[in-house]
C-alpha cells in the first residue's frame, strides 16, 4: 500500500513480511544519469549507457566525460550530451557535492524531450503538464520533490 505523512511523505508499506534478498519491483528508469559516490569513478564508467568502459572514447569537445564505443559518443553527442557540454555540466561534478549534483536529474528529464514537447504540452498557468504525455514521463514529473526540506549545501553553485 502507498501510504503518505507530512513526517515521512510518500512510502510504502507491505501487507506481509518480505524476505530479505527479495526483489519487490523492477522497471526501467524514466531517467538516468552518471553520478558515482567516488569522483575518481566518472573516467571509468560511459555517461551515455552508464556501463563501465574497457576501451575509452573521450567527447570531442570536453575533457569531462568518456564513452564505451563510437555509437554511443555519437548517440550521446547529438542529444543531451551537447547540453551538458554547453554548461560544461560535469567539470562542476569533480568541483561540487555529490548532493548538488542532483541538478542534473532534472535537467537529463529535460533534455530527453525535445522543446516543441513542452511547447505542445506545459500549462503555464497550472505549473504542469497537460496534452498527450507518456505515462512514465508523467509520473516522473509528478514525483514529490522534497526542496522545502533539502539544505543550502545540497544546492549546486555556479
Known amino acids: 500500500n502507498i501510504e503518505s505523512s507530512d513526517l515521512l511523505g510518500r512510502y510504502a508499506v507491505a501487507d506481509e513480511d518480505i524476505a530479505p534478498g527479495t526483489i519487490v519491483a523492477s522497471g526501467d528508469p524514466t531517467v ?4 558515482p559516490d567516488n569522483r575518481s569513478l566518472m573516467y571509468e ?24 564505443s563510437p555509437a554511443c559518443r555519437s548517440s550521446a553527442g547529438s ?13 562542476f561534478r569533480q568541483e561540487d557535492t555529490e548532493d548538488a549534483f542532483n541538478i542534473f536529474m532534472t535537467l537529463q528529464t529535460l533534455w530527453q524531450k525535445p522543446p516543441s514537447f513542452f511547447f505542445d504540452n506545459w500549462s503555464r498557468e497550472k505549473v504542469e503538464l497537460v496534452g498527450e504525455v507518456d505515462l512514465e514521463y508523467q509520473r516522473f514529473w509528478n514525483m514529490v520533490t522534497h526542496h522545502e526540506t533539502r539544505t543550502e549545501r545540497s544546492f549546486l553553485k555556479i
Open 32 to 35: 538516468a544519469i552518471l553520478n
Open 45 to 68: 564508467f560511459c555517461v551515455s549507457c552508464l556501463r563501465p568502459v574497457d576501451r575509452v572514447y573521450p567527447c570531442l569537445t570536453c575533457s569531462s566525460v568518456i564513452f564505451c
Open 79 to 91: 542529444s543531451f550530451h551537447r547540453y551538458q557540454c554547453q554548461m560544461d555540466l560535469y567539470h
